[in-house]
C-alpha cells in the first residue's frame, strides 16, 4: 500500500478566527463600530490568524494591536462597549428618538442580531488572543496583553459612559441580544452618535463638533448676582422639566461672571439632558440650520453666544431675530437662546441714525432706530450685571480663596487683593479668580512667600 500521510491538524485559533471574521462580516447597522484603529487592528490579526500557515506576520499584527489599545489608553473590551454606546446608526437614531415600542419590528430584529456578533467578538478576551498567536508563530511564550492601568484618567466621554447602568450590564451578559432594549433606553435617554459622546458642542464649518473638556467651573464658585443666578436657574430648569422657557440676555460690565454662570449650568445640569451648544458670532446665520437639527432631540439644549453684539450694517441679527421671534416653523421647545453682552442695546446706534430734515432721510426713520433699540427686548428675560463694589469684590475672593485652601490671614488676603484690583483688570470676579489663581501658583512655587 502507497504511504499514506494524514493531513496537518487544524489548530483552534484558525477555526474560531474563521468564526469571529463570520460575525464581523454580518454586521447589518453597526459595521461603523468597527472602523476605529483598535477594531481594524483587530480584525486584521484575525485575518491573519485564520491562515493555515505558521507565520510571524500574526505576531506583527499583534504588535499592532497592541499599539493601537495603548494609544487609546483602553482594552479591546472597553473599547468595544464604548463604541456600542455611542453608535449612530439607524436603530441608535430612532431609539434616540422614539419609544422603544414605536421601532420597526425588523429594525429590531437587526439591532439583535448585530448584537449577538458583536458579543462573540467582545467574548474574545486579549488573553485568548495572545495564546492564539502563541500557537500561530509557535512562541514560547504568549505576547503581553495590553491591561489598562487602574489609575489612568479616562477620557471624559468614557468616564461618563461608565457610570451608566447599561455599561455593567454589557460586561456581565451572557447574551447582548437580550439586552436590546436596555440598550434602546440607553440611546433615548442619552442620545447616539454625537449627542452620547459630549454634553458641551460647537458650531464649526455647518456640523456640530463635541467638546471633549468643556470649562469645569461650578455654581458654587460663583459669589454675588445671587438673584441673578436664581432667576437663570429657575429658568434652565423650566427648560429642564418641558415647561415654556424664556431666552435669556445677561448683560453687565465686563469681568462680571456672565459667561461663567452659564457654562456653570452644564456640570449642574448636564446629567439631568441638558446640553450646551456654543455658537460663534460669525456663525448665527446658521441658527435656524442648528435649531432645526436639535428640534427631535430629547435632551434639552442652550445655544450659547457670547459677547453679543452687532454692527449698524450687520444682518446676523435677522437669524438670531428668527430664533428669538419664530416664524412659520414652530419654535422647539426644548431649545432656548442664552446670550451675553456688554452692551444693553446690541446694535449699535450712532447720533447719525436719529431722522433730521433732509431729502436724503429715511421717510420712517424712527420705525428703523426703535426696531435697533428694541431687539434686546426680544429676549423674553434680561439679566444685568453691575459693577461689584469693594465689599462683593473682597467676598468673592474670600470665597475664591477658601476653596482653594490658602492659608492665608483675611488682612493680608484683603490687602493684596485690592493691591492686586488697583494694578490691574478693576474690581471683578474674573479679577478675583485670576488674583487667587496667582496666589496659588505663587504659594506652589515659593511656600513661604
Known amino acids: 500500500m502507497p504511504d499514506f500521510t494524514p493531513p496537518p491538524p487544524v489548530h483552534v485559533p484558525i477555526v474560531a478566527a474563521i468564526d469571529l471574521q463570520r460575525h464581523a462580516a454580518s454586521l447589518l447597522l453597526y459595521q461603523a463600530v468597527l472602523q476605529s484603529p483598535i477594531a481594524q487592528t483587530f480584525l486584521n490579526l484575525l485575518q491573519l490568524l485564520a491562515t493555515s500557515e505558521p507565520d510571524l506576520s500574526c505576531l506583527r499584527a499583534y504588535g499592532d494591536w497592541f499599539h493601537a489599545q495603548a494609544s487609546e489608553q483602553l482594552s479591546w473590551q472597553e473599547h468595544l462597549i464604548g463604541q456600542l454606546l455611542t453608535a449612530d446608526n439607524p436603530f441608535a437614531q430612532q431609539a434616540h428618538r422614539h419609544q422603544f415600542a414605536e421601532l420597526a419590528p425588523s429594525l429590531v430584529a437587526a439591532a439583535q442580531q448585530d448584537l449577538r456578533s458583536l458579543h462573540q467578538l467582545y467574548r474574545c478576551d486579549g488573553t485568548q488572543i495572545s495564546q492564539w498567536v502563541q500557537a500561530q508563530a509557535n512562541l514560547l511564550t504568549a505576547p503581553i496583553v495590553w491591561q489598562p492601568s487602574s489609575t489612568t484618567p479616562l477620557e471624559p466621554t468614557l468616564s461618563l459612559l461608565r457610570q451608566q447602568p447599561i455599561w455593567a450590564q454589557l460586561q456581565i451578559s451572557h447574551d447582548w441580544g437580550t439586552l436590546i432594549e436596555a440598550l434602546a433606553a440607553h440611546y433615548h ?75 456653570a449650568l452644564l456640570p449642574a445640569y448636564g446629567a439631568s439632558g441638558l446640553r450646551l451648544v456654543e455658537v460663534s458670532k460669525a456663525a448665527l446665520k446658521d441658527l435656524p440650520t ?35 421671534e419664530g416664524n412659520l416653523t414652530a419654535r422647539p421647545p426644548n431649545v432656548v437662546v442664552y446670550a451675553t453682552s456688554n452692551r444693553r442695546h446690541l446694535i449699535r446706534e450712532f447720533f447719525s441714525d436719529r431722522p433730521r430734515p433732509s431729502e436724503a432721510d429715511e421717510i420712517h426713520q424712527w420705525d428703523t432706530v426703535q426696531e435697533k433699540l428694541s431687539f434686546s427686548d426680544r429676549f423674553g428675560l434680561t439679566l444685568t450685571f453691575e459693577p461689584v463694589d469693594q465689599t462683593t469684590y473682597l467676598e468673592i475672593v474670600q470665597h475664591l480663596a477658601q476653596q482653594a485652601g490658602l492659608a492665608i490671614g483675611p488682612q493680608a488676603l484683603e490687602f493684596r487683593a485690592l493691591q492686586w484690583a488697583t494694578r490691574h483688570n478693576g474690581r471683578s470676579g474674573r479679577t478675583a479668580r485670576q488674583f487667587v489663581d496667582f496666589l496659588c501658583s505663587e504659594t506652589a512655587i515659593s511656600p513661604t512667600a
Open 189 to 263: 435617554q442619552f442620545g447616539s452618535g454625537v449627542f452620547a459622546s459630549y454634553r458641551a458642542f460647537r458650531w464649526q464649518d455647518g456640523q456640530l463638533v463635541g467638546i471633549a473638556y468643556p470649562d469645569p467651573i461650578h455654581l458654587n464658585e460663583l459669589v454675588g448676582y445671587e438673584q441673578q443666578k436664581a432667576t437663570l436657574l429657575q429658568n434652565t430648569e423650566a427648560l429642564l422639566r418641558g415647561y415654556p422657557a424664556l431666552h435669556v440676555l445677561l448683560y453687565g460690565s465686563r469681568g462680571s461672571g456672565k459667561s461663567s454662570l452659564v457654562k
Open 290 to 324: 442648528i435649531v432645526d437639527i436639535l428640534r427631535n432631540v430629547p435632551q434639552r439644549f442652550i445655544i450659547f453666544v457670547d459677547d453679543l453684539s452687532f454692527e449698524e450694517d450687520d444682518d446676523a441679527y435677522k437669524a438670531l431675530k428668527v430664533v428669538l
